[in-house]
């Protein structure tokens, strides 16, 4: 997360980009989580 494209996004004030970054980090153990998905989509919903 530090060094990642979403914290950038977000430290420059870049809503609309921070929003696209947020959807991609919907992993855990290296698996695709359904309910991270949503969580995921619906904090995007509140960037944008």
């Known amino acids: 997360y530090r060094v990642s494209t979403f914290k950038k996004r977000i430290d420059a004030g ?7 970054e947020c959807v991609k980090w919907n992993r855990a153990a ?8 949503r969580r995921r989509a619906a904090e995007a919903a509140l960037m944008r």
């Open 14 to 20: 870049d809503w609309d980009g921070a929003a696209t």
């Open 30 to 37: 290296g698996r695709i989580l359904p309910g991270l998905t």
